[in-house]
């Protein structure tokens, strides 16, 4: 009885000083489709915001996108199919958090490709065919807590990797090619645990 007590006192210290955040039960909704600085907002997914961060299964998305699955990618010699396997042991960082991303489901060209964890729910989403052309600045003026996450090279080309928090468990992820000041890609991913 005494810990019990304890560990609330506890809890409730912790929240109302802000050292820990309650976690919203529900996911982050979004679009299938890329829609510029239509970041994902809390709730349930709704027409035109059919997609849950953290919450949409594999198995929800093929059901959500069976005509575009149908139009999707044709499957070639070599092609390991739709969904994708990624391999096991790959991880992205993103902000102090590691996500272990285990297939890809590609909807084709005007879509978001979904990233999917070991749980099977949606964990990242990304395009690299933007409806227009967006600058470094501009991505700045709209994600004001935009950083520096790391640079890297394609060959002789230095692209930075810009990172900006969204909400509780919500991260964006930008790639810009450094020389035009250009965003070349650009994705959602879920940074909080997910469940079976």
Not at 65 to 75: S, T, Y
């Amino acid at each position: 009885m005494r810990v019990h007590t304890a560990v609330a006192f506890l809890t409730t210290s912790l929240l109302l000083t802000g050292v820990i955040r309650p976690v919203s039960l529900s996911g982050q909704s979004l679009s299938g489709r890329p829609v510029l600085f239509a970041d994902p907002v809390p709730g349930r997914a709704t027409p035109g915001r059919e997609l849950e961060l953290g919450s949409t299964t594999v198995e929800g998305a093929q059901r959500i996108f069976a005509v575009e699955l149908d139009q999707a990618v044709q499957v070639r010699r070599g092609y390991s199919g739709n969904p994708s396997r990624i391999s096991a042991g790959t991880e992205w960082r993103l902000m102090g958090h590691t996500l272990h991303p285990a297939q890809r489901l590609d909807l084709g060209p005007d879509h978001y490709a979904l990233y999917f964890d070991t749980n099977q729910r949606l964990i990242g989403v990304f395009t690299d065919r933007l409806p227009r052309r967006v600058t470094r600045d501009e991505l700045m003026m709209h994600y004001p807590k935009a950083r520096l996450e790391r640079r890297w090279h394609s060959g002789d080309v230095p692209f930075d990797q810009l990172v900006a928090p969204i909400g509780d468990c919500v991260v964006l992820s930008a790639t810009v090619r450094v020389a035009e000041a250009r965003v070349e890609q650009l994705g959602y991913y879920f940074t909080c645990a997910t469940k079976p």
